[in-house]
């Protein structure tokens, strides 16, 4: 006796749900995403061979261009904190307000004098007004005066109360004079910090350009 053969009938899926989360993760992500603030300047960084990455956190970033020292930190409550220490020592007294612009600028320049114009200025003011200001103080004839010092010893506290260890990575232009590099290593090593990273970019091996 043959068989009944049962007809075949094709397979459907529902896809309104899919479609639900796909919808509601591309707005979570629209709405958290946090840019990077824009750089107050353009570096173009020496090349090398070398392939280690950048630390991501824990990190303080020095940037130089010309003779000109810039500064960045990671994590906003501790750049905040950071304010509050240079202020004190430098009587400068900030608002609120002026915390929390400080907290998203990324890379600054700005020496303690100018810091409160930088920060109540307006947004579309302050791009401009932060790539004129002439670089973060160093002066390493006294290093009580020294911004930049000051800067890192307190950064360095911070980071270490909360028992992190603190990365260097300095970043030059190619046209960076060889004497503001030797005057930011100097205030590194008064602070006994002999080692830290110097970022390039990443250019092919010498094995490799010759085959």
Do not use: H
């Amino acid at each position: 006796m043959p068989k009944v053969k049962i007809p075949r009938k094709s397979t459907t899926i529902d896809m309104t749900a899919m479609c639900d989360v796909a919808f509601l993760l591309l707005t979570f992500f629209m709405l958290t995403t946090k840019f990077r603030p824009p750089e107050p300047m353009t570096v173009d960084t020496p090349s090398s061979i070398v392939s280690m990455p950048k630390p991501d956190k824990n990190m303080i970033l020095l940037t130089m261009k010309d003779n000109r020292v810039f500064l960045d930190v990671d994590q906003q409550q501790v750049r905040v904190q950071a304010l509050e220490m240079m202020g004190e020592k430098y009587g400068v007294k900030f608002t609120k307000q002026e915390e929390v612009v400080f907290s998203n600028l990324g890379t600054f320049g700005a020496p303690m004098a100018n810091m409160k114009q930088l920060l109540s200025a307006g947004a579309g003011d302050r791009d401009a007004l932060s790539a004129q200001m002439p670089g973060v103080p160093r002066d390493t004839a006294n290093f009580d005066k020294c911004e930049l010092f000051d800067w890192i010893l307190f950064i360095r506290q911070i980071k270490q109360s909360n028992e992190n260890d603190v990365k260097i990575a300095i970043r030059g232009d190619v046209k960076t004079p060889y004497s503001t590099v030797k005057n930011v290593i100097d205030i590194l090593q008064k602070q006994n910090l002999n080692q830290f990273s110097f970022v390039t970019d990443l250019e092919a091996k010498p094995s490799t350009l010759n085959k």
